[in-house]
């Protein structure tokens, strides 16, 4: 089956630093692929769509400096987190279409975990 | 505005027993509804998904889920529930649409705990 691979599942971070997190899928093509963050005991919210070769588009309130978003080839997708701040602590999952017009399955990484001191 | 509602944040069932996993949702258009299980520190497993034809769906690991379009809701359940099925389970809704065609809704998830 589809696999998305996401890198890596945990980081610790400075406050005022920058971390990537890497977002990838093994054995299909992904145009299109998705950024959420997950705060504990909470649902999925979703960031920001990221598309192949094109700006990504980002969720109402979500800070397009804070969260930049990469993806510049068919299997892979970048988040980086700018000047991080404690409070961007959360576990960020990524997720991509594993079928060419993603009617039905939507894969989802293993998430990463970030921790900001 | 499109919703999913898990009214449950946890649901507590002995070893052996059935199992469900409430679900309700509210969208304009054609639901695409789906269930997924997350473990502690992992991303979003894949259960099942209902897109059209039976309303009984069955998924991995023994699941399966009913939909009902006149209650708008689509529970999850398990004849036989296992202790190695207690995790955190999402009932997410995708809409379609030129607009809103990639977008997930997830409800808040539910904590399912099975007793040995």
């Known amino acids: 089956g589809a696999v998305v691979s996401q890198h890596p599942s945990w980081v610790i971070c400075k406050s005022g630093t920058s971390v990537k997190i890497e977002c990838r899928s093994l054995?299909?093509?992904?145009?299109?692929m998705f950024w959420y963050r997950q705060f504990p005991k909470q649902s999925l919210m979703l960031m920001a769509t990221s598309n192949e070769g094109s700006k990504a588009t980002y969720e109402q309130g979500v800070e397009k400096d804070k969260f930049l978003i990469n993806h510049a080839s068919l299997t892979l997708s970048t988040l980086t987190v700018t000047s991080a701040h404690p409070e961007d602590s959360s576990f960020y999952i990524c997720s991509a279409r594993d079928s060419p017009t993603g009617y039905y399955g939507y894969t989802f990484g293993s998430g990463t975990r970030l921790t900001v001191v | 505005a499109q919703s999913v509602a898990q009214p449950e944040d946890q649901v507590n069932v002995a070893e052996g027993n059935p199992l469900t996993v409430k679900c309700t949702y509210s969208?304009?258009?054609?639901?695409?509804l789906f269930w997924y299980v997350q473990y502690p520190n992992r991303g979003l497993q894949f259960l099942l998904k209902y897109i059209t034809g039976d309303n009984l769906v069955k998924g991995s690991y023994g699941f399966e889920a009913e939909f009902n379009k006149s209650q708008t809701s689509f529970h999850l359940k398990k004849p036989s529930a296992l202790v190695s099925d207690s995790a955190l389970y999402f009932c997410a809704v995708r809409v379609g649409g030129v607009y809103n065609f990639n977008k997930f809704y997830f409800g808040s998830g539910t904590k399912l705990n099975v007793k040995p």
């Open positions: 969208v304009s258009g054609n639901p695409y």
């Open positions: 054995d299909f093509q992904a145009t299109t």
